[in-house]
């Protein structure tokens, strides 16, 4: 099976909003990037000069020489983890461990006073998710919405209170899109991303609760 956690390149999705909320210029500040999988996109924070620190439960091949690699199973908890982080960075893992909420809290001594805490969070209150509950439907596919192994399934206001429980205010949030050219990788990448991707993210724009694929967040300790 492909790997479904690889690199996202398209302009709306998860990872291009979160590296957006990154500086270009890392100048060797330290990033926690939590659930880091295969380090393909903390290669990404590397190259624009971050010392980074993952958390995976085990090493995978061909992880980034310089990634400073922890295993450890995030069900059990955080890790012991040395010194303190200008980010963190959990990209498409919290709806994946037992207790996002522990973690959550867990993480807050390691950000940094002016520090901030990044996440890309699934929208179970997309329209296509509600209009698979409404017909009495709960798919398991590979990855997506459905993906098998989600945990947790929440609203954007399920995840602003279980981030407000835990210690944080909710800075900004920003939506994806659908991943069309991912759906239809047969067809012309300038039709499915240019107008497909960018029509499904101005309607998140719009009205985020409804349309909004994935919801990224900046977040910052209370």
């Known amino acids: 099976m492909a790997n479904r956690y690889e690199h996202k390149d398209s302009p709306y999705s998860s990872h ?29 924070y590397l190259e624009r000069g971050f010392t980074v620190v993952g958390i995976e439960r085990t090493r995978h091949a061909n992880l980034p020489q310089q990634l400073q690699l922890v295993e450890a199973d ?7 983890i040395q010194g303190t982080f200008e980010y963190i960075v959990c990209a498409d893992v919290l709806e994946h461990v037992l207790n996002p909420g522990e973690i959550l809290k867990q993480l807050r001594p390691f950000v940094k006073p002016d520090g901030r805490l990044l996440a890309s969070l699934p929208n179970s209150g997309h329209w296509f998710f509600r209009l698979m509950v409404l017909i009495g439907r709960f798919p398991k596919h590979d990855n997506g919405l459905f993906d098998r192994t989600h945990l947790h399934f929440f609203t954007w206001d399920g995840w602003e209170e279980l981030f407000r429980h835990s210690g944080y205010t ?6 994806t899109a659908i991943p069309v050219a991912r759906a239809l990788p047969g067809r012309n990448r300038w039709l499915t991303v240019g107008i497909g991707e960018r029509l499904n993210f101005l309607l998140g724009k719009l009205w985020l609760r409804f349309f909004a694929y994935q919801f990224v967040i900046q977040a910052k300790v209370i």
Do not use: A, F, T
């Open 74 to 80: 995030l069900n059990i908890g955080l890790p012991p």
């Open 170 to 175: 909710i800075e900004s949030v920003q939506p």
């Open 16 to 44: 291009s909003h979160l590296l957006g909320l990154l500086p270009d210029v890392g100048k060797g500040k330290r990033l926690l990037d939590v659930g880091c999988w295969d380090g393909s996109v903390s290669q990404l």
